[in-house]
């Protein structure tokens, strides 16, 4: 078996070592919004240059280039920092390596390939309905050849599956884990199926980890359900998405022995 330790080093290492290719979380629309913020911005400041107004060109100087830090942030949010963030998780799950871990809203396989490297003696199964709104170029076939990219396909299988009707036994994961996929369900209702699906294949004894949008509002959820340990960890900038004092939730939880 691969050792875990050398391939938890690797992701440490960069997110620039990844072989896949893992889109932009909130689809297209996000860059476009940035992309002609930032060109009016510029727009108005060179108009505002040739009329000789130098206040309100370093006003919309500034304001530029507080959209293009915003956008650098985005970006660095959907993938370096997504991915750093998700190695950290996966390792301090200390896996044995031979689990079998489902990836709820999977997408493009960022966190799914991730987990699969940990896996060398288990099983990554990644579910979705691949919508295209919440990540460019998603869909199942660009999942598959994410997991050919990273040399892992042998031990990831991806299903087209809504969360909240999961294609699987009941009790058939040691581990689930979800990112940035269940607040994209709309309604409290949806989410609470997609939830209470999660916890219906979570084996006995196995284990949650949920990174996500206002994710703290799932605790409760969860413990009403039976789980425990729930815990809920506020991430840090690496989560901000663009803006600065934002940041997404980390909650953990576990289903009690049988
Ligand atoms: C922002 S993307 C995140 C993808 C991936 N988890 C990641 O972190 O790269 C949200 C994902 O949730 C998926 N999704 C939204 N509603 C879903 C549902 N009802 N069932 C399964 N997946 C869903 C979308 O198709 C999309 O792939």
Known sequence: MEPIEDVAAGDRAGAAGRRGRYGIDGGLIGVAFFALVLAG???????????RR???AALTGVAGAAVAGSAASYLYS??????????????????????????????????????????PGGRAVGADLW??????GNSRAAAERNAVA??????????DADARDLPFPSASFDVVVSSLAISN???????????????????????????DEGAD?????????GLAGVTV???DWRTWYGLPGHHLTLVAASKPPA
């Not at 919508?131 to 460019?136: E, F, G, M, N």
């Not at 369900?185 to 916890?199: S, T």
């Not at 509002?217 to 359900?225: I, T």
């Open 150 to 159: 990273e040399k892992i396909s042998e031990r990831v299988d991806i299903v």
């Open 217 to 225: 509002q799932y605790a409760a959820v969860l413990e009403d359900a």
């Open 131 to 136: 919508r295209r709104r919440d990540q460019s």
């Open 78 to 119: 959907t993938g370096r920092g997504k991915l750093s963030v998700w190695a950290q998780v996966l390792d301090e799950l200390s896996l044995r390596g031979d689990e079998h871990v489902l990836d709820v809203g999977c997408g493009r396989g960022a966190v799914l390939m991730l987990a699969a490297r940990r896996l």
């Open 41 to 51: 911005a510029a727009a108005t400041a060179a108009r505002a240059a040739r009329r």
């Open 233 to 235: 960890r506020r991430l």
């Open 54 to 56: 130098p206040g309100l």
């Open 185 to 211: 369900i709309p309604g409290a209702q949806g989410r609470g199926l997609a939830l209470k699906e999660a916890i219906r294949v979570l084996r006995p004894g196995g284990r949650m980890r949920i990174v």
